[in-house]
């Protein structure tokens, strides 16, 4: 069979709601890509998972999945203290990797990964979906090609209270299981480190995505009627500072989008509610012109276009969106965010090391 016609036969691990809600069916809808096996040691998730989306095999043994040959990739879709060993496992196996944000939840287990894939030829892409969102690509477009020099930038990531009963309305209806594997303790204890981890990493690639490398942050953090507010100064490798908020939850609906001024322009973007599937609101004003741009942004289906783009990227070796480095990059950046709110001092990101 010739490489340009094959279908990327993907074994996901884990029947939690990340792959129940966006990569099974994601999967099953893209162009590019087969569901042939599921994994899980959960056997009662794992049976209900199989009559719903009748893979091709199920696995209780990870091993066993890497062990078959017809495996060509993994969706790595289980808790982020498993993700960094459940990538290894993969690359040992040889097999590419599509993984769960955060990348992992220490600076130095990550690096470890990266110095394991540096040694193959495979893909590992970190599922950053929102780098598929066609309102933020079409902002990315502009900023690479027509913008020319980047003065300040805006990000903003605000989980709303009523997250939660639309994202009940829209998701499928998640069935839990019995006898999950779950990391030690309770990684939503520390709100603080789970906030940062789970919502934090979405801002930075976000802002990463559009206006590059990030130097060194100064960050504060306030913490009242159970709310959570970091306000973020960064440096750009670029020469320019951005405002970036991160805060859990406001009093209103969805609060998502950012602003970028730059030469030749300016763009203001809106992100919804990511279960909406909705492509982000981007109006770009283009000084050539002297005229706003809307792109419609018809499908905004991007957990889909992800999986779709990793396949692509494995098929006809087309560059990654959203690679390993920048994984790492968003983990030395959060990290450096909690160092600043501790110390009230300014974290450059070469600096910081250990865990989350």
Not at 17 to 23: E, F, K, M, N, R
Not at 41 to 56: F, T
Not at 206 to 234: D, E, H, M, P
Request: contains cysteine.
């Amino acid at each position: 069979m010739k490489k340009e016609n094959k279908l990327l036969n993907i074994g996901v691990l884990g029947c939690g709601q990340i792959s129940q809600a966006a990569h099974f069916d994601s999967i099953r809808r893209s162009r590019n890509a087969h569901l042939y096996a599921i994994c899980d040691v959960d056997e009662y998730l794992l049976g209900r998972m199989n009559a719903i989306y009748e893979p091709d095999k199920v696995y209780t043994d990870y091993d066993q999945m890497l062990a078959d040959l017809s495996v060509d990739a993994v969706v790595i879709g289980i808790a982020d203290q498993f993700h960094v060993e459940a990538a290894k496992q993969a690359v040992r196996a040889g097999k590419h990797v599509l993984v769960e944000k955060p990348l992992g939840v220490s600076i130095e287990e990550v690096e470890e990964l990266k110095e394991l894939v540096d040694r193959t030829d495979l893909k590992v892409q970190v599922g950053n979906m929102k780098r598929y969102d066609p309102g933020i690509v079409a902002a990315k477009e502009f900023v690479d090609h027509e913008m020319g020099e980047i003065i300040g930038l805006k990000a903003w990531y605000c989980d709303s209270t009523y997250r939660y009963t639309v994202t009940e309305n829209v998701q499928p209806v998640i069935i839990p299981g019995k006898n999950m594997k779950r990391p030690a303790g309770d990684p939503k204890a520390n709100k603080e480190r789970y906030y940062i981890l789970g919502h934090g990493s979405h801002l930075f690639d976000t802002a990463r995505y559009l206006g590059g490398n990030i130097v060194s942050v100064k960050a504060w953090n306030t913490q009242k009627f159970g709310a959570y507010c970091w306000f973020i100064t960064a440096e750009f490798e670029s020469g320019f500072v951005a405002q970036l908020d991160l805060t859990i939850a406001v009093r209103m609906d969805w609060h998502e989008g950012f602003q970028i001024y730059g030469e030749f322009g300016s763009i203001m973007g809106k992100t919804y509610n990511p279960w909406t599937l909705k492509s982000s609101d981007v109006e770009i004003f283009k000084a050539s012109d002297n005229s706003y741009h809307r792109p419609l942004g018809a499908d905004g289906h991007f957990y889909r276009l992800q999986i779709e783009g990793f396949a692509d990227s494995v098929l006809h070796n087309k560059p990654g969106v959203g690679a390993i480095e920048d994984g790492m990059a968003t983990m030395r950046a959060m990290l450096a965010v909690e160092e600043s709110v501790k110390t009230g001092n300014t974290i450059y990101l070469s600096d910081v090391s250990g865990p989350l």
